[in-house]
Nanobody, 114 residues
Framework: VQLQASGGGMVEPGGSLRLSCVASGCVFGFDTLGWHRQAPGNQRSLVAVIISGGTTNYVDSVKGRFTISRDNAGNMVYLQMNDLKPEDTAVYYC?????????WGQGTQVTVSS
């Protein structure tokens, strides 16, 4: 299984970014795809997840601002981030669950600063 994330960058408060992750190598399809983030000095934590049936779950701090989605083939997962805040600054990681095993992509830096 391989995960390749992209789309990070620097943006001013109130701006938007869209993260993408290409997921491959899970023969029967990914059970869940999601995004976690880790800010300096903090543990990695869940941002959003989408399961194979389309159900989504978000951490409270991003509800109403972030939207997770996946393509019909189930191999791409996106995180649309709107109204970004400085506290959203972190390295964002794509995470996938394939047949009970967890896989991580490389991180992509998101910096929100004026």
């Amino acid at each position: 299984v391989q995960l390749q994330a992209s789309g990070g960058g620097m943006v001013e408060p109130g701006g938007s970014l869209r993260l993408s992750c290409v997921a491959s190598g899970c023969v029967f399809g990914f059970d869940t795809l999601g995004w976690h983030r880790q800010a300096p000095g903090n543990q990695r934590s869940l941002v959003a997840v989408i399961i194979s049936g389309g159900t989504t779950n978000y951490v409270d701090s991003v509800k109403g601002r972030f939207t997770i989605s996946r393509d019909n083939a189930g191999n791409m997962v996106y995180l649309q981030m709107n109204d970004l805040k400085p506290e959203d600054t972190a390295v964002y990681y794509c995470k996938a669950n394939c047949r009970g095993r967890v896989f991580w992509g490389q991180g992509t830096q998101v910096t929100v600063s004026s």
